[in-house]
Structure formats: structure tokens, C-alpha cells
């Protein structure tokens, strides 16, 4: 198995962090630029891209970081957003990103215990209430939503958060409702899922995927077969010699490359190889 912790990009990427674990400013997930290279929530996605996991001390002090954010010891440094409750989205990405990387840390546990019960309750008939969610919201964190509305729960955060939090009664109709979603997972892929990518070799399919890997961590029976349909797809994109290629425009900075150049076709195959040969065994593990 190909080992990327070694390469360039995640040189480059420890070399600016910070002396307290972090990159500086902490949200946004969407893909590096001139004008932001770098937050913690990119750098930390891509270091997880490459293969670090909480054993390596990049990993260790940036959850260490978020931990201290997550009881108050610290404050990330962005700007207070106006459009939702401040502190409750900022407990909710803090906690998303630990248990990424550690299920020890009773306080990001905590909130997504909070989390699982509001979705839980959301799903309770069968099929999702968004005015059950906004109930229970409301009850569990003892506060009317920002503005009186609520966006539903299809965002990178809350179905990462769970995944590993729901009864199989729940996460069974919950694959259901995020697949059709017209406006996919937020922060991820903006488009429905149940809906494959009119292009293999493209940016959009690179994006579809990073959703399916997310869905993929839904282990309870019955989810894996929801996303067959996305094995039968890579399988037919899969090249003769029985290797796969997105193509160069599959380059995001933060999916990919894994290699340090793709000026070498065969760089961006085995990049491309080694991502889509992972998320199938996890679909069929």
C-alpha cells in the first residue's frame, strides 16, 4: 500500500503549522488559494488525505489544539459568522475534526451524542421531519435557531459526526434522504448523489467521490448496499489494464495529487488507483 506521508505536499504543509497545533485561521473546506493557502480544517483534511492518522504528532498537536478550542482553554481566531448560532457551529466543526482522527474525547463525544439524538429523533417515523429536528434542536440546546430557521443536517459535519452514533432504524432511511438530496452534502459535493457525474475524468466527479467516501463510513447493514451503484460506476470507469485515471483536472490540492507530480501519467493512475481501490473496500468490506 502506497505511503504518502513522506511527500512534498505534506512537507510543506507541517512546515507551516503553527507552534499551538493549528494553521491559523480554522474554517473553510473548500480547496487552498493565493489569497488563503492554508486554514487548519484544509491542512488537517489533506494530512488525513495523505494517510495521517492521531499517531503522528502534526495530527496529535492540531487535536490537541481543537480540544482546548472545543473546553474554552482556547478561541479560534475567525470572524464570529452572523448567519448561525457562532458557538454551537464551532463546537460542532471542533468535535467533527476530533473524532475524526481519535473516538477518545469525551468532549467532542458529548456533542455529537447531541447530534445523534437530534437526527435520531428526526427520523424517528421512518422518514425525515425537519420540524421534529427543529424541535428537538431547540430542546437540546435550549435556543430558537439563528434567524428562526434551520438548515437540515446534510452538511460535512453532522453526517461525519455520526456516522459511527445511529441505530440501523436510522441510518438506513437517513442514506436514503442524503443520496436524493437535490442539493447534496454541503461543504462537499452540491449536487444529488443518487445522480452519478456525467464525467469520469473530471473535478466533479473527484468531488462526488469525496461524499460517497464520507457516506462510506456508515457501517450499519443495509447502508453499503445503498451505494452498490457507485461500485458498478468505478468499475466500468475502470481502464483496460485494470487501473483507473480521473485525469489531470481531478487536481484540487486537497484530494489530489497524493504523488508529488502528476507530470507523469503514471503518477496521477496510481494516485487515482489507490483512492478508488480503497473506497471499494470499504463498500464491500
Given at each position: ?166 441505530s440501523d432504524q436510522v441510518a ?114
Amino acid at each position: 500500500m502506497a505511503d504518502y506521508r513522506n511527500s512534498k505536499w505534506a512537507s510543506e504543509i507541517i512546515e507551516l503549522q503553527k507552534d499551538d497545533g493549528s494553521w491559523g485561521y480554522f474554517h473553510t473546506l473548500s480547496e487552498p488559494s493565493k489569497r488563503n493557502p492554508l486554514t487548519t480544517e484544509q491542512a488537517i483534511r489533506r494530512l488525513q488525505t495523505l494517510g495521517f492518522t492521531i499517531m503522528d504528532e502534526p495530527i496529535a498537536k492540531a487535536v490537541s489544539y481543537m480540544h482546548d478550542c472545543l473546553v474554552g482553554e482556547r478561541t479560534i481566531p475567525d470572524r464570529r459568522e452572523k448567519l448561525h448560532n457562532w458557538d454551537i457551529f464551532t463546537a460542532l466543526m471542533l468535535a467533527t475534526w476530533i473524532r475524526r482522527f481519535t473516538k477518545d474525547d469525551h468532549n467532542a463525544n458529548e456533542v455529537a451524542e447531541k447530534w445523534a439524538e437530534i437526527i435520531s429523533r428526526a427520523f424517528e417515523k421512518g422518514a425525515y421531519d425537519h420540524g421534529r429536528y427543529v424541535e428537538v434542536y431547540q430542546k437540546i440546546f435550549r435556543l430558537p435557531p439563528r434567524g428562526g430557521r434551520l438548515q437540515d443536517f446534510v452538511t460535512f459535519y453532522q453526517i461525519s459526526l455520526v456516522s459511527d452514533m445511529l441505530s440501523d432504524q436510522v441510518a438506513v432511511p437517513l442514506m436514503d434522504y442524503v443520496l436524493q438530496k437535490t442539493t447534496g452534502i454541503y461543504y462537499i459535493h452540491d449536487k444529488q448523489l443518487s445522480i452519478l457525474p456525467q464525467a469520469f475524468k473530471s473535478k466533479e466527479a473527484s468531488r462526488y467521490i469525496a461524499a460517497i467516501e464520507l457516506l462510506a463510513e456508515y457501517r450499519n447493514p443495509g447502508c453499503q448496499g445503498k451505494l452498490k451503484f457507485v461500485v458498478d460506476w468505478l468499475n466500468i470507469n475502470k481502464e483496460h489494464d485494470g487501473h483507473w485515471d480521473m485525469g489531470a483536472s481531478a487536481k484540487d490540492g486537497i484530494c489530489f495529487p497524493l504523488s508529488d507530480s502528476w507530470r507523469k501519467e503514471e503518477s496521477r493512475v496510481k494516485d487515482c488507483t489507490f483512492r478508488i481501490a480503497k473506497l471499494i473496500r470499504m463498500l464491500e468490506d
